[in-house]
C-alpha cells in the first residue's frame, strides 16, 4: 500500500456503525375527489365493476396548476415535522416520480428550494417501485456516511398521463405525494433491500408513445398503456416471492409483522400476494387504493401515512413494503415505523 492510499484508507475507516431509520412520514392527498360514477360514462363501465375488479371507490386528482413541485412540498413539510429535522438539515432530497413534465431538470432540486435546503438533489424513475428504490438510496447513503438526513418523496401527478377512455388505466391511476425523512439511527431501522428488474417486458406498462413520436406525429399529449392482464400475473406470481425474500433478508418472519404495506396497485392484488406471504389474519395490511387509487411512487408513503395517522400501526414496529410497476422494476425492504 502506497502512503497515499493507507492515508486514504486511514481517513475513510468509520469508527462505529451508522444505522438509519425512517425518522418521519407525511402525505398530500389533492383536495379533488373523484368519485367511479364520474369517470365510467366515457369507458363504458360501472361503479360496481370498478370496484369489484380494483378496489378502487374514488380517487384524487391534483387541481389546476397543482404541480408535483407543490405536492411534493406539502408531503415533505408533514414528514420533517414528524421527524423533528429542519429543512436546512437535509443533505439529499431524492424525488422518484414519472409524471414530472420537464425531461431537464429534476424536480428535486426546487423541491429542495422551496423547502429550504441546498443539498444535493435528483429525481429517479422507477414508477410504481420508484419510492422504495429512493429508501434503499437513502438508507446506504446515511449508512455510508455521505448524508445524515435523506428527503425520500414519492410524487405522481398521473392525470395528466391518463387516457379518459382508456377501459384498462382510466380509473386506476391517480394524484398525490408521499414522503419520508430517512435519517442517522443507534439501532437498524431499515432491513436489506430486495430489487431488481425484467426489462424484457419493458412494454407492458410505458408511456405509449415516446416524446418524439409524441413530436413527430403531431399527437397532442403522452398517455399511459398497460396489458393489466400481464401486469397483474406478474404482480400476483412475481412479486410474493420478492416479498419472502425481503423477510428472509431482515431475519423475520411474517408472523413478527405490525404492518404489510404493498404498492397499491390493485385491491386484488394486494389480496393474493397476502395470501402467498401467509400473512396472519391480525397484521394490519394497506389498503390505501379504495379512496387513493393508484398513485404509483407515492402510493406506499401515503399508505403508510394514513397507517399512521389512525393509530394502525404501532410506532417502532416492522412493516413490509414492496413496490413494482413500470420497467418492469421492483424493490421490498421490512422498514421500522416511525
Ligand atoms: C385492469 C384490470 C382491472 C382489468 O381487469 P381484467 O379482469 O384483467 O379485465 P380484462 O381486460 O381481462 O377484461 C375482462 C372483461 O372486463 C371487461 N372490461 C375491461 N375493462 C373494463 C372496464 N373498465 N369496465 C367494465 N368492463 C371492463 C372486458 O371487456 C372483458 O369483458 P368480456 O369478458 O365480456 O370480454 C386488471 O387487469 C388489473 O388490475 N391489472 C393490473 C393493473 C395494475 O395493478 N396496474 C398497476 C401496476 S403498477
Known sequence: MTATSKGFADRLRTPEVTHARISGV?????????????????????????????????????????????????????????????AAELDVVIVATVSWPYQTPA????????????????????ACAGYC???????????????????VVGVERLSDFTDKDDRGTA??????????????????????????SDGAQWDVIAQKDSWIEV??????????GMAGQTVFRWAVWGMAPVAQKALDAAGITADQLDAFIPHQANVRIIDAMAKQLHMPADIPIARDIAYTGNTS???????????VRHGEVPSGGLALQIGFGAGLSYAAQVVVIP
Not at 429508501?135 to 438526513?149: E, H, K, P, T, W
Request: proline share 5%; glycine share 12%.
Open 26 to 86: 407525511g402525505g398530500y392527498r389533492p383536495r379533488r375527489v373523484v368519485p367511479n360514477a364520474e369517470l365510467v360514462e366515457r369507458i363504458n363501465s360501472s361503479d360496481e365493476w370498478i370496484r369489484e375488479r380494483s378496489g378502487i371507490i374514488e380517487r384524487r386528482w391534483a387541481g389546476e396548476g397543482e404541480s408535483v413541485v407543490d405536492m411534493s412540498e406539502l408531503a415533505a413539510r408533514q414528514a420533517l415535522q414528524m421527524a423533528g429535522v429542519e
Open 107 to 126: 424536480a428535486a432540486p426546487m423541491v429542495a428550494e422551496r423547502l429550504g435546503t441546498k443539498g444535493a438533489a435528483f429525481d429517479i424513475s422507477a
Open 133 to 151: 428504490h429512493g429508501i434503499a438510496l437513502a438508507s446506504d447513503m446515511v449508512r455510508g456516511g455521505d448524508a445524515s438526513n435523506v428527503l
Open 171 to 196: 380509473f386506476i391511476f391517480a394524484d398525490g405525494a408521499g414522503a419520508a425523512v430517512v435519517s442517522r439511527s443507534a439501532t437498524p431501522g431499515i432491513g436489506p433491500t430486495v430489487w431488481g
Open 215 to 224: 413530436h413527430e406525429k403531431d399527437l397532442g399529449w403522452p398517455t399511459i
Open 297 to 307: 411512487s407515492a402510493s406506499i408513503p401515503l399508505a403508510m401515512e394514513r397507517m
